[in-house]
C-alpha cells in the first residue's frame, strides 16, 4: 500500500524539523543581542544542533545539509567560506560514528561526549582561522565560546528532546 | 525471490556505505577548497556572499526586532530607576554645552573668515545614511556588522561608518538592501588616522580585541595616554576628523586605542556619503554635493 501524498507531506515536513530548528540556530547566532562582549562569544549554537541530530537522527541531517548549514553561517556571519562547513561536518562524522557510545545512556554521557567534541572543535578553528590570517588571534574569546556552547547544551538537548519525542516519534 | 533480494542488499549496502562515505569526504574537500579560494580574494565568491546576505537580510531583520524590542524594554525600566539622576545630570551637562555652543559658534564664524581670507577650499559636506544593525560577527573569530541599508539607499563599498560617538569602521560588502561594515576592531581593518593635538599621522590597526592598535607613527612621534585619535582623511574614503578614540596606553611602543564606540550598544550606524569632487566618481561613491547639501 503506498502511503497517501497528504501523508508523505507530514513526512516529509516533519522529517525536515532538525534542518529548520539548525537553519534557525543559525539566524539566532547572528542577531545583535547587545550584551556587552556577547558578540564575541556567541556560543556556535549550530554545533549543538549537528551534534544532537547526527546522534539522534542522522538521517534527516545528511553531510550535504550539514555542509549547506555551515555555508549558510559562514555567509551571514562573515567569516571565510568553508570554516563552519568543514567544523561542523567534522562534528557530524565524530557524532554519527560513536552512535552506541552515546545513544540511549545517560545524557550526562552526551554532555561530556559534546564537551570533549566542543573543545577539540573551538582549538581547531583557532588554528584554522590563525593559519588562514597568518597572525595570532586571541585565544581567550575562542575559549570563552567554547565553554558557553557547552552551557547551553542541555538547555538546546532538551528542547530538542522535547521535539523528537512530540513531533518525530515515528520519524 | 528471497535469495535473490538478500544478495542484492548484500551488494547494496557497500555500495551505499561507499558513496555515502565518498560523498562525505568530497564535502569535506569541498570546505577546504572554498577556504582556500576565499583566501585568494575570488570575485565570484564575494558576490555570492553579497547575493545571498541580501537575500537572507530580511529574516536577520524580522527576527532581531523582537530582540530589540526586548532590549528596549529593558532598559526603559533600567531608566525608570535612575529618572532623577539623570535629570539632574542632564541639565548640568546642558548648562555646559550652551557654553560649549556659544564657543563653537564663534570659533566657526572665525574659522569661515580665515578661510575665506587664505581662499582655502572647504571641505565637502558629508550626508550620513542611517540604518539599523540586524546582525553581528556572531564568533571571536570576525568583527563584522550586517546593516539594514545597501546599494538602492546610496551605500558604497569603502564608506566610513560611524555610531553615536564616533568612527566604528568600514563598509566592505554591499547588497541591494544590506551592507557588511568591517569593524575597526577586526584583524583586517586598517583606518588612517591622525593624533589631533601633534597632528602626526598613523594607521589605526585591528586585532580581533576591543583595543586597536595605533601604528606606522613616525619615529620622532611623541605620544601619551589621553590623546584624542581622529581620521586623517588619507586615502579620500573617509572623511578628516571624526572622532576614533582615544590612546588608552603606550608600553613597549606599543600604543592602544580606546575607541568612543559603544560596542554594545550599537542599534542604529549611519554610513558616511562623502565625496571628493574630481577625486571619487558617481558610482563609486554618490554623495554629491548638490545632494549633500540638502541635509546635513
Known amino acids: 500500500m503506498t502511503p497517501t501524498l497528504s501523508y508523505q507531506i507530514n513526512q516529509i515536513l516533519r522529517g525536515s524539523i532538525p534542518f529548520w530548528m539548525s537553519l534557525l540556530l543559525v539566524f539566532i547566532s547572528v542577531i545583535p543581542f547587545r550584551l556587552p562582549g556577547f558578540d564575541m562569544v556567541t556560543p556556535l549554537l549550530l554545533s549543538i544542533s549537528v551534534f544532537y541530530w547526527s546522534l539522534h537522527r542522522p538521517y534527516l541531517l545528511p553531510p550535504i545539509v550539514v555542509f549547506v548549514l555551515g555555508v549558510v553561517q559562514d555567509t551571514i556571519s562573515g567569516a571565510p567560506f568553508g570554516l563552519t562547513s568543514l567544523t561542523m561536518l567534522i562534528v557530524y562524522a565524530i557524532a554519527a560514528s560513536q552512535r552506541q557510545v552515546f545513544v540511549g545512556k545517560p545524557f550526562i554521557q552526551m554532555w561530556w561526549g559534546f564537551m570533549l567534541v566542543a573543545i577539540g572543535l573551538s582549538f581547531l578553528t583557532w588554528v584554522v582561522m590563525c593559519f588562514y590570517s597568518l597572525a595570532l588571534i586571541p585565544i581567550v574569546p575562542v575559549m570563552i565560546q567554547s565553554g558557553l556552547t557547552i552551557l547551553f547544551f542541555p538547555l538546546l538537548a532538551w528542547i530538542f528532546a522535547l521535539v523528537q519525542s512530540g513531533l518525530m516519534k515515528h520519524i | 525471490m528471497a535469495l535473490n533480494q ?6 547494496a549496502i557497500p555500495l551505499k556505505v561507499f558513496f555515502q562515505r565518498f560523498a562525505f569526504l568530497s564535502l569535506i574537500c569541498l570546505s577546504i577548497a572554498l577556504l582556500v579560494l576565499g583566501k585568494a580574494d575570488l570575485v565570484l565568491l564575494e558576490r555570492a556572499r553579497t547575493i545571498s546576505t541580501d537575500a537572507l537580510s530580511p529574516v536577520l531583520g524580522t527576527l532581531s526586532q523582537p530582540v530589540n524590542a526586548f532590549n528596549k524594554g529593558i532598559e526603559r ?19 555646559r ?43 571571536p573569530f570576525v568583527r563584522t556588522l550586517l546593516l539594514s541599508a545597501g546599494r538602492l539607499d546610496g551605500v558604497r563599498n569603502g564608506q566610513a561608518a560611524v555610531g553615536p560617538n564616533g568612527v566604528i569602521g568600514r563598509v566592505v560588502q554591499v547588497g541591494h538592501q544590506s551592507a557588511r561594515i568591517l569593524l575597526l576592531t577586526d584583524l583586517n581593518s586598517r583606518i588612517p588616522v591622525i593624533l589631533e593635538n601633534s597632528r602626526h599621522k598613523g594607521i589605526l590597526v585591528g586585532d580581533n580585541t576591543n583595543i586597536p592598535k595605533l601604528g606606522y607613527l613616525p619615529n620622532n612621534a611623541k605620544v601619551a595616554p589621553g590623546d584624542r585619535v581622529v581620521t586623517s582623511g588619507d586615502g579620500g574614503m573617509l572623511p578628516a576628523g571624526w572622532p576614533i578614540g582615544v590612546v588608552s596606553a603606550v608600553n613597549d611602543g606599543q600604543i592602544s586605542v580606546q575607541a568612543y564606540a559603544d560596542w554594545t550598544r550599537l542599534e542604529y550606524v549611519s554610513v558616511l556619503r562623502y565625496d571628493l569632487p574630481g577625486l571619487t566618481d558617481k558610482e563609486t561613491n554618490p554623495g554629491d554635493l548638490s545632494e549633500s547639501r540638502l541635509g546635513n
Not at chain 2, 525600566?77 to 548648562?95: C, D, G, K, T
Open chain 2, 97 to 139: 554645552l550652551i557654553k560649549w555652543q556659544a564657543a563653537s559658534r564663534a570659533l566657526t564664524k572665525e574659522n569661515e573668515y580665515y578661510r575665506q581670507m587664505l581662499n582655502a577650499l572647504s571641505d565637502p559636506l558629508v550626508l550620513p545614511i542611517t540604518a539599523r544593525v540586524i546582525g553581528d560577527s556572531g564568533g
Open chain 2, 6 to 11: 538478500g544478495t542484492a542488499w548484500r551488494l
Open chain 2, 77 to 95: 525600566v533600567q531608566e525608570l530607576a535612575s529618572l532623577v539622576e539623570e535629570n539632574e545630570r542632564l541639565r548640568l551637562e546642558n548648562e
